[in-house]
């Protein structure tokens, strides 16, 4: 029997929406590429991970250097860029910056694709 024949084929197009309802303006494809680029390197994937799963949702950059590895410097650089992405806020206390998920940012990212 045809390997064709054994596999169970749907026909996605009559389930499922496409990805984007028209084309993207050249200003929504530059919001976005800058979204999707803070997002797009493991350590600061994990940064957000680790912060989210965090105590209180809420973690000290000295928390964070350890897990992923790397130095204060380096994870401090990987914070500010999910800051000006509006992934995190940041608050300083005494000598250390606090981190916490900004509300409902990862679901706007989740959404990216179909909204515009």
């Known amino acids: ?3 064709a024949e054994l596999l169970p084929l749907t026909d996605v197009t009559a ?9 993207m ?3 929504q494809a530059e919001v976005m590429a800058r ?4 997002l797009a390197d493991p350590a600061r994937l994990r940064l957000l991970s680790l ?10 950059v000295c928390d964070l250097t350890e897990p992923l590895g790397l130095s204060q410097p380096t994870v401090s650089h990987h ?3 999910l800051v000006e992405a509006g992934f995190l806020t940041r608050s300083k206390r005494a000598t250390w910056a606090y981190y916490r998920i900004v509300p409902g940012s990862l679901d706007a990212v989740a959404g990216l694709l179909t909204s515009v």
């Open 35 to 38: 979204t999707l680029k803070a």
């Open 1 to 3: 029997m045809p390997v």
């Open 15 to 23: 389930c499922c929406t496409p990805i984007t309802l028209d084309a």
């Open 51 to 60: 912060v989210a799963a965090h105590d209180d949702d809420e973690a000290c």
């Open 25 to 27: 303006t050249a200003e």
């Open 79 to 81: 914070l500010k860029i």
